[in-house]
């Protein structure tokens, strides 16, 4: 604004005088460098209200934005009456779901899709730990649609 008003100011200061020569009137007032300025001005300051804005977001947005597969637990929770049953809470965006179809990973829905790859996930951790993870006595799990796109397993 400041940059605008002093080039017109001048300009009409000059125009009003009668002197017409516009490279004179760039080199005397400087005009290129007031308007790189201004350029510069304008740029950082759209820059500073995208760092704000990108600031505000959460990481499940901030993956979605740049579509990025991303999934978070969100929750863990234990049984205190029987430490083998518990439940975690997952997140994920769509970008997630498509990198488990791409795997291969098939269902109805995301819970399902989601749910599959996480039992997938749980028994091989288990596994890598020399669990025998096809016996029967190390609980059950219960899935509970929790709706707008989460499910809980205990």
């Known amino acids: 604004m400041v940059c605008d008003t002093a080039i017109g100011y001048r300009f009409r200061c000059l125009r009003t005088n009668g002197v017409l020569d516009m490279k004179f009137l760039e080199k005397f007032f400087k005009i290129k460098e007031l308007w790189e300025e201004k350029q510069r001005a304008e740029q950082e300051a759209a820059a500073a209200v995208e760092a704000a804005r990108v600031a505000k977001l959460s990481p499940k947005e901030l993956a979605t934005e740049k579509k990025e597969p991303w999934v978070a637990v969100l929750t863990t929770q234990v049984n205190k009456d029987n430490i083998r049953n518990g439940f975690f809470e997952l997140d994920w965006n769509e970008y997630f779901i498509r990198e ?53 397993r205990s």
């Open 100 to 152: 488990l179809r791409l795997n291969g990973y098939q269902g109805e829905s995301e819970e399902e899709i989601v749910d599959k790859w996480f039992t997938e996930l749980c028994k091989n951790v288990g596994t890598e730990e020399g669990i025998d993870m096809n016996r029967r006595a190390a609980g059950y799990i219960n899935v509970n649609n929790l709706g707008n796109g989460r499910t809980e």
